[in-house]
């Protein structure tokens, strides 16, 4: 072991501190130089180019964060394939016949997802009643 261990560190900590002074430098400089002109359009929120309607306050569905959730947690997943694809050669069959069994309970996990109904993001019922108006001749 070497006489001084944390020296082998100084060079980190000189690119940290380096790089937050740059970061602060440019945000004080921009504070400092940058031009305030406060208009209504600038105050204004902005939703892709419209005029904000309603309150910010507003209610999502918690079917929104159960996608979201299953988003995160399949992309995730998905990028266990990725070390897996690069030493697929090393794990000769064997890692072949290992990766069917994951991608088969990741799938498993999808269908009871989709069979639960979370990924429906339309009102519940609504493809029933759509039919059933039709077939009465009703819109």
Do not use: Q
Not at 9 to 25: M, S
Not at 45 to 69: H, I, Q, W
Request: aromatic share 16%; charged share 20%.
């Amino acid at each position: 072991m070497p006489d001084n261990y944390f020296a082998s560190y100084l060079p980190f900590l000189i690119h940290v501190l380096i790089a937050g002074g740059i970061a602060t430098a440019i945000i004080s400089l921009s504070w400092l130089i940058g031009e305030r002109k406060p208009t209504p359009a600038k105050m204004s929120a902005y939703e892709c180019g419209m005029t904000p309607v309603g309150d910010s306050r507003g209610r999502f569905s918690v079917k929104f964060y159960l996608v979201a959730m299953l988003f995160i947690l399949f992309d995730v997943e998905a990028v266990f394939l990725y070390p897996w694809a690069v030493i697929l050669r090393d794990l000769k069959h064997f890692g072949l016949w290992e990766m069917f069994v994951y991608i088969g309970i990741v799938l498993v996990g999808f269908f009871y997802v989709w069979k639960k109904g979370v990924l429906d993001w339309g009102p519940s019922g609504l493809r029933s009643d759509v039919g059933s108006n039709a077939r009465r001749g009703e819109r």
